[in-house]
């Protein structure tokens, strides 16, 4: 019988081959430094003195002498930040005892900035022996021997380390190589750990270059992955993953599965925290089976209750998972408690992201836009922001990418095979599935399956086809708030990027072929044979170097009416409001100005105020003050007044406001603040367009009195 080849990166692991170089003799440096560097303690959390004001009159040797055992909490922390210098800081160089839980805050940051080198023994005392999070932050302008130490062990669970060694950067290096080279297994680690997070920032071979004295053996532990160092433990699985109770995992190509013992050795594999042969995995073993044997390890996970311990079997979906994988943990997600379950959906954001393919990556950007998963659309965002930017795009612009053809030809057209008989299913300028069968006659829809059909192929293809209409309705309704949005925001396309991405695309064909665009050289549309077509139906030349976006009623102006009637003659009904949308354009002299006066004085609906105020991009500040606020770009906004006075109540229907003014402002750092006056020329039409559109309701529908009542349905 021929032996099962195993994999050499499953044969031989990473901790069967030890990367442990020990250099003894080396020291590290000695004396303290003092460093707040640029930014490292931020300024907005230095509590000012005034939310401690200095006591009235004080007698400071009176005080001196009452402090600690006779004075209130609160005084203790006036006393210490008003006090003469030469009286205080004698007391945090021989401070032994910390703070009490309910006299820690941000204030202490304030001494240590202050005292720099004298005050060590406070924030010694308080970063070691304290109970407040915020505490490990005194430690973080020192760098010495028995900080490093410390900071070495915060990195392997997260704390301050990262900031002190963003500020100290390679100045540390002397301070934790000898406890990396050494022989104390935890000390060894710990330093290793905090190397590596610098390395992360600097470079591997940076941090080797720091430390002449052994630059060789540093660069061959950084240079080695954590598990061959022990710097990552070889992973204990759990009862729940035991390889006996899991499928099968097959080589590439399927000829045959991996014996148990490599079957354990890619589960504890899988458990690192830190990826070991993940290429190896992907590229040596079935896709197929991996998401499959992932999958299971999911499930056991869950079935023993979710451990957070073990959570690993959550985050390695991400190196195992294939596009099913993805669709089926979003329902998970949807599942999980929406507070309990967060720190869960969080891990199952970034497996999604981790998986990397369209299909998951479609599926963060569905969570991100989906109000039923509202406790996740920030995260889910935020994973989608980073997957697009390492691919060196923005949101957008990745989104763009990720719409699928669903298998679609160059025409929307695709065939379903039962076997038997075969059907031509094509989608018409309206995304609507047109059915033909193989006689050329029409049909109304994809017959169900008959006896005479082949019983595998026939429901495969009915399932198939009602898989299409579902998803081509998704893609119609994400493109749709897709492109709306890219008209608000005024994005544009190259022309190669424009033909990609909607002329040739088989379903966004379909939509952008209803929509009006604009370029340098005017606006055009796309006509039935996939030319452009300017107003008067002439072809319309694109122009190499131009730039394409969507166009905006408050660009067309005078245009506006000839393009309306263009669109009603072809019947192309719009995927939103485009050619009869409201628009607000401004004169000459309102644009020059900060301040729109025509809109003084309108009296508006409270409930189409609030309305306005729970869309995205409205925010509302202050109750004595009513305004509303729209952002324009990244510095300015249109700011809204609506008198003083509180809100009215959401019960009351009747209830009004009233415009006192519209202005154009600089956006402040603190949104309650007014800014300053801008010209409302150098803000974005389109966006003081929306804004002010958006808050205006619309106008009633009109009536004919003697119009007879239609019949029900």
């Known amino acids: 019988m021929t032996a099962v080849r195993t994999p050499a990166f499953l044969a031989v692991p990473p901790w069967d081959r030890p990367v442990k170089p020990v250099v003894t003799g080396l020291k590290p440096p000695a004396g303290r430094r003092f460093s707040l560097g640029n930014g490292v303690l931020d ?61 820690t805050g941000r204030w202490p940051i304030t001494l240590v900035a202050k005292y720099g080198l004298d005050a060590f023994p406070y924030a010694w005392t308080q970063a070691v022996e304290g109970r407040s999070g915020l505490d490990g932050r005194l430690l973080v302008p020192y760098l010495d021997a028995a900080v490093a130490e410390v900071m070495a062990g915060w990195a392997l669970h997260g704390g301050w380390a990262r900031t002190w060694l963003d500020l100290h950067g390679l100045d540390v290096v002397p301070y934790l190589a000898p406890a990396a080279l050494g022989r104390g297994t935890a000390a060894r680690r710990a330093a290793e750990a905090a190397l590596r997070l610098l390395a992360d920032g600097h470079g591997a071979d940076t941090a080797p270059a720091a430390y002449p004295d052994a630059a060789d053996e540093l660069r061959t532990v950084l240079s080695a992955h954590p598990l061959r160092t022990g710097a990552v433990p070889r992973p204990k699985l759990p009862a729940w993953a035991a390889p006996a109770a899991l499928p099968k995992v097959l080589l590439r190509g399927g000829e045959a599965a991996l014996p148990p013992a490599a079957t354990r050795t890619l589960a504890e594999l899988l458990a690192t925290p830190v990826p070991c042969a993940a290429d190896e995995t992907r590229a040596e073993l079935d896709p197929a089976s991996l998401a499959e044997f992932g999958w299971a390890l999911f499930e056991g996970w869950r079935a023993a209750g979710e451990p957070d311990g073990e959570a690993w079997a959550l985050v390695q979906l991400g190196r195992t998972g294939d596009d099913t994988t993805a669709r089926r943990l979003v329902p998970v997600i949807a599942a999980w408690p929406r507070f309990a379950g967060h720190r869960e959906s969080k891990r199952a954001l970034a497996a999604l992201a981790a998986i990397g393919t369209d299909a998951s990556l479609r599926a963060l950007r569905a969570v991100s836009a989906d109000p039923k998963y509202r406790g996740l659309v920030f995260d889910a965002a935020s994973v989608f922001r980073d997957a697009a930017a390492a691919r060196g795009l923005a949101p957008e612009e990745l989104a763009d990418r990720l719409v699928p053809d669903l298998g679609l030809d160059a025409d929307a057209s695709t065939t379903f095979d039962y076997g038997s008989r075969r059907f031509l299913v094509r989608l018409d300028d309206r995304l609507r599935p047109q059915v033909t069968g193989e006689d050329g006659k029409p049909r109304k829809s994809l017959p169900k ?240 367009s929306e804004a002010l559109t958006t808050l205006m309701p619309p106008p009633e529908a009109p009536t004919t009195p003697d119009a007879p009542t239609p019949p029900p349905p």
């Not at 007698?59 to 210490?80: N, S």
């Not at 025509?598 to 729970?614: E, Q």
């Open 449 to 688: 399956p008959s006896a005479k059909d082949d019983p595998d192929l026939a429901p495969a293809a009915h399932r198939a086809f009602t898989e299409l209409k579902k998803h081509v309705l998704d893609v119609l309704d994400e493109r749709r708030r897709g492109l709306e949005t890219a008209m608000v925001d005024g994005r544009t396309w190259t022309p190669g990027e424009f033909r990609d991405l909607f002329v040739r695309h088989p379903i966004v064909y379909r939509i952008a072929r209803r929509l009006l665009w604009r370029a340098d050289a005017g606006a055009f549309r796309i006509a039935e044979d996939g030319t452009f077509a300017d107003v008067r139906d002439d072809p319309f030349v694109l122009p190499e170097a131009a730039r394409i976006g969507i166009a905006h009623p408050v660009h067309l102006a005078g245009a506006l009416p000839a393009w309306r009637e263009v669109f009603g003659d072809y019947e192309l009904l719009q995927p939103f409001p485009q050619l009869d949308r409201p628009a607000v354009r401004l004169t000459a002299p309102e644009r020059d100005g900060d301040r729109l006066d025509r809109f003084a004085g309108r009296t508006l609906r409270a409930s189409d105020v609030r309305s306005a105020r729970d869309g995205t991009r409205w925010a509302e500040s202050g109750t004595a003050d009513r305004r509303l606020w729209w952002r324009v770009g990244d510095g300015h906004r249109v700011v809204v007044g609506l008198g003083s006075g509180p809100w009215p109540d959401e019960d009351d229907a009747d209830a009004t406001l009233t415009v006192e003014y519209v202005r154009a402002t600089t956006l402040p750092k603190n949104p309650d603040a007014p800014g300053d006056p801008a010209r409302f020329a150098d803000l974005a039409p389109i966006s003081v």
């Open 43 to 103: 300024t907005d959390l230095l509590i000012e003195t005034h939310q401690f004001p200095e006591p009235e009159d004080p007698d400071w040797d009176d005080l001196l002498g009452r402090y600690p055992a006779r004075m209130p909490r609160i005084l203790r922390t006036r006393f210490l930040l008003h006090a003469p210098e030469d009286i205080v800081r004698p007391l945090l160089a021989a401070w032994t005892k910390p703070l009490e839980a309910d006299q």
